[in-house]
């Protein structure tokens, strides 16, 4: 424990005392979005992990969380975390300032959609609008709607209160059908966890 570094905010939901009586030694940053992105890809993937019901151990929830997090591949350096530490600095720094900034040519584009797919219908708005924490998945409908018809990047889809209505691209995620034989064995998984 004395050798690790607790890097984070002066928010008060930490107990830094608590922390340091630990051994554990805490760098209070000024902000630092780092910080926050590792915490909701962390919260994110415990999450999924505690819904596939394979344990009720925290300490294994955060052990399988950890896996994942570690193994997730970056959009930046085309590397997981754990491929990182064993690359030269000077191969990471390039990848990593490569594709960033003005004039870097990328654009993120969500593909049009075709008429006669489903989608999920997103409930709480725009992230600059609202506070949300992704990982407890309500920020699109469990409900699945079919597209009928493309005005544009408009699309209209027969609504939740079952109105025939025109949604922005942005506002409509591509969903799969359902997964019954996931469904069912995520049900048995539940029964056994209970008993």
């Known amino acids: 424990m004395s050798k690790l570094v607790g890097l984070s905010d002066k928010g008060s939901e930490f107990d830094f005392a608590l922390y340091n009586k630990w051994g554990v030694r805490t760098a209070q940053l ?36 950890l896996q994942i997090v570690n193994r997730t591949k970056s959009k930046l350096l085309k590397i997981a975390p754990f491929e990182a530490i064993t690359a030269p600095e000077s191969e990471l720094s390039l990848n990593y300032n490569k594709n960033r900034g003005p004039g ?69 995620r591509i969903t799969p059908p359902t997964d019954t034989t996931t469904e069912f064995e995520l049900y048995k998984r539940r029964k056994k966890l209970k008993k």
């Open 30 to 65: 000024a902000r630092e979005p780092l910080i926050e992105n590792k915490n909701a890809q962390f919260q994110s993937a415990l999450y999924r992990v505690a819904k596939m019901n394979l344990s009720t151990s925290i300490k294994d929830l955060i052990k399988r969380s």
């Open 104 to 172: 870097s040519g990328i654009k993120v584009r969500a593909r049009p959609l075709k008429v006669g797919e489903m989608v999920r219908l997103n409930l709480i708005g725009p992230k600059k609008t609202s506070f949300y924490k992704s990982y407890k998945g309500d920020q699109y409908s469990n409900k699945r709607f079919e597209v009928l018809k493309k005005k544009g990047n408009r699309y209209k889809i027969k609504g939740p209160k079952g109105k025939l209505k025109f949604y922005h691209r942005d506002d409509l």
